[in-house]
Nanobody, 122 residues
């Protein structure tokens, strides 16, 4: 059974940093493409970043240069390093597996974790 458990969220001031973790079990993390999503109150879930099994990364424009997605395959853990945080980054953050269609569109699949709350406020 695949299980993804997010952690590392919290309250941080604007300009601060957080590192989110996603502990994966039931899968071989190294051969899976993974992603971070977020969902702010009253908004749809938004794709934040993806990392392919080979290491290629992609980010939504609003977080480019501030967020870094990476994995530690030995620990079967996916991370999201978030720097220069802004109030608009406030959301529940989720990790999931996924892949790309033949036309290059990212598609999530499988189970979702419970998410971790990130609040950026002074």
């Amino acid at each position: 059974q695949v299980q993804l458990v997010e952690s590392g969220g919290g309250l941080v001031q604007p300009g601060g940093s957080l590192r989110l973790s996603c502990a994966a079990s039931g899968i071989i993390l190294s051969i899976n493409a993974m992603a971070w999503y977020r969902q702010a109150p009253g908004k749809q879930r938004e794709l934040v970043a993806t990392v392919a099994s080979g290491g290629r990364t992609n980010y939504t424009d609003s977080v480019k240069g501030r967020f870094t997605i990476f994995r530690d395959n030995a620990k079967s853990t996916l991370y999201l390093q978030m720097n220069s945080l802004k109030p608009e980054d406030t959301a529940v953050y989720y990790c999931t597996r996924g892949g790309w269609t033949n036309s290059g569109v990212w598609t999530p699949f499988g189970s979702w974790g419970q998410g971790t709350q990130v609040t950026v406020s002074s």
